[in-house]
T-cell receptor, first 113, second 113 residues
Framework: GNSVTQMEGPVTLSEEAFLTINCTYT??????LFWYVQYPGEGLQLLLK?????DKGSNKGFEATYRKETTSFHLEKGSVQVSDSAVYFC????????????FGTGTSLTVIP | ETGVTQSPTHLIKTRGQQVTLRCSSQ?????VSWYQQALGQGPQFIFQ???????GRGNFPPRFSGLQFPNYSSELNVNALELDDSALYLC????????????FGPGTRLLVL
């Protein structure tokens, strides 16, 4: 079946630190991979995506590369800001199941000045 | 281009009652999915509608039901509410052209007492 496992939180970093949030997946087919961000009290916002192996998704300084050989899609940012504090969800979309989304449990990030 | 909207934003019900949550999809999107997000967890897929027909269902009992209307708005109905139904309910829409990417509404927070 399909599943997503992501790094447990919470993660606390100082401003301008390097961020990595690990995400690995299990899929029966050829999924698309996503990172969503959820700010307190809000719904999910699409941060970036990659639809095939070796694609790199990027947005707002965040990036992630679709690694089929390691079934991973780790999120990275070179220099975090206080405004990046949020919960980050890794997800996959499986075309074999009508593009149903499977989410990880989320990783809470707090950036301190 | 309008985003995905949901109503109401918050709702309090008592055990055994019924509830209807509403979603208005992003313009041009013909697929809507509903998710349940318990506190501290990732969203769990409830079901998906495409052209007014159910097009996939997650591991939720039949007391969770839905409708999609010709204007691509939709409803999630939950009968015989249980305490564990307390959660954030998210709807997400996608277009035929980019089916693997879903855009989420802000959610309805349901509290069952």
């Amino acid at each position: 079946g399909n599943s997503v496992t992501q790094m447990e939180g919470p993660v606390t970093l100082s401003e301008e630190a390097f961020l990595t949030i690990n995400c690995t997946y299990t899929a029966t087919g050829y999924p698309s991979l996503f990172w969503y961000v959820q700010y307190p009290g809000e719904g999910l916002q699409l941060l970036l995506k990659a639809t095939k192996a070796d694609d790199k998704g990027s947005n707002k300084g965040f990036e992630a590369t679709y690694r089929k050989e390691t079934t991973s899609f780790h999120l990275e940012k070179g220099s975090v800001q206080v405004s990046d504090s949020a919960v980050y969800f890794c997800a996959l979309s499986d075309p074999n199941t009508g593009n149903q989304f499977y989410f990880g449990t989320g990783t809470s990030l707090t950036v301190i000045p | 281009e309008t985003g995905v909207t949901q109503s109401p934003t918050h709702l309090i019900k008592t055990r055994g009652q019924q509830v209807t949550l509403r979603c208005s999809s992003q313009s041009g999107h013909n697929t809507v999915s509903w998710y349940q997000q318990a506190l501290g967890q990732g969203p769990q897929f409830i079901f998906q509608y495409y052209r007014e027909e159910e097009n996939g269902r997650g591991n939720f009992p039949p007391r969770f039901s839905g409708l999609q209307f010709p204007n691509y708005s939709s409803e999630l109905n939950v009968n015989a509410l249980e305490l564990d139904d307390s959660a954030l309910y998210l709807c997400a829409s996608s277009s035929l052209a980019v089916q693997e990417t879903q855009y989420f509404g802000p959610g309805t927070r349901l509290l069952v007492l």
